[in-house]
Each structure stands twice: as C-alpha cells, then as structure tokens.
C-alpha cells in the first residue's frame, strides 16, 4: 500500500527545484506541485491567475517532458519526487509462507 505524507499548501523553492529535476520549467513544477495535491483544471487556473487553456497546454507539455500518458502518472512522479510517497519496501511487505499440503 501507497502512504501519502502531510503536504504543504504552497510550493517553497525546494519543493520546485526537485520537480525541475524531473526536467520541469518553473511554471511545469508549479503546476506538478498542484497536480500532486488532486488540484483540478479549473482550480489550477485559480490559483495561477491563468485560463483553463493555458493550464491544459502546460499540462500537454508535463506528459510530453514526463514520457508519461496520463494525469495520474503525472501524481506519481511528483509525489516520488517531492518524497511525499513512500513505498512499502521488501523489509516491511507482510511476507507470506505457502506450506507443503502434504
């Protein structure tokens, strides 16, 4: 199972720079900021002070960049990114033992 960690409600620089890692402009890690937190089309263009068109044009150009096809992949790779995801690792998967029905 996936674990989301607490987010913050507003990019600082580090959040920007670890998605500009990922090959992001500054407005792309913004919008990846947003996008990891469910944040809509519309709610996007709200809080960039942009149309929906424009939000939908930098979010064409995050799949291109990303080589990712879906909104959702886009979550994904900034949540990995941001180091707000973290996944289960081998240590702590329940292991479980098939015994011999014999």
């Known amino acids: 199972m996936l674990k ?3 987010c913050p ?8 720079k670890k998605l500009g890692a990922l090959g992001l402009t500054r407005r792309q890690a913004e919008i990846g900021f947003w ?11 709200i809080i ?3 149309s929906e068109r424009t939000v ?4 064409e150009a995050i799949l291109v960049r990303l ?8 979550m994904l790779r900034a949540l990995e990114a941001l180091g707000w995801l973290r996944r ?10 098939i015994g011999s029905t014999r």
């Open 48 to 50: 960039l002070g942009a």
């Open 67 to 74: 080589q990712v096809s879906t909104r959702s992949e886009i």
């Open 9 to 16: 409600s507003d990019p600082r620089p580090l959040d920007l």
């Open 4 to 6: 989301v960690k607490n």
């Open 88 to 97: 289960p690792t081998e240590s702590r998967k329940r292991r479980v033992s």
């Open 56 to 59: 939908a044009h930098h979010i």
């Open 35 to 45: 996008i990891a937190q469910g944040k809509v089309n519309k709610e996007l263009a």
